[in-house]
């Protein structure tokens, strides 16, 4: 059975910094693509930053650019995401998601909230 179980999440003032990380198990984590995902009360989810199963490349969401940095270690199956200069609209609950084409597995979610 595939888990994507996400952690590091919770409340932070404006400016400050989070860590997340999302640990697969029940599959070749280094085969899959990794993405992190946001979704905010009552919008749609959205993608926040692309991590290719190798790491060689990353991408990431106009709003990301600059602040967050996702990053990987295949030897222990975990994606990060750091989390800096956080805002108020940063507030969401973050999904990890696991790709492989037809094979695609998501995450819990870990809710961030910054305010003050």
């Known amino acids: 059975q595939v888990q994507l179980v996400e952690s590091g999440g919770g409340l932070v003032q404006p400016g400050g910094s989070l860590r997340l990380s999302c640990v697969g198990s029940?599959?070749?984590?280094?085969?899959?693509?990794m993405r992190w995902y946001r979704q905010a009360p009552g919008k749609e989810r959205e993608l926040v930053a692309v991590i290719t199963s190798g790491g060689g490349t990353r991408n990431y969401a106009d709003f990301a650019k600059g602040r967050f940095d996702i990053s990987r270690d295949n030897a222990k199956n975990t994606v990060y995401l750091q989390m800096n200069s956080l805002k108020a609209e940063d507030t969401a609950v973050y999904y990890c998601y696991a790709d492989r084409g037809r094979a695609f597995y998501w995450g819990q979610g870990t809710q961030v909230t910054v305010s003050s």
């Open positions: 029940g599959l070749i984590f280094s085969w899959y693509d």
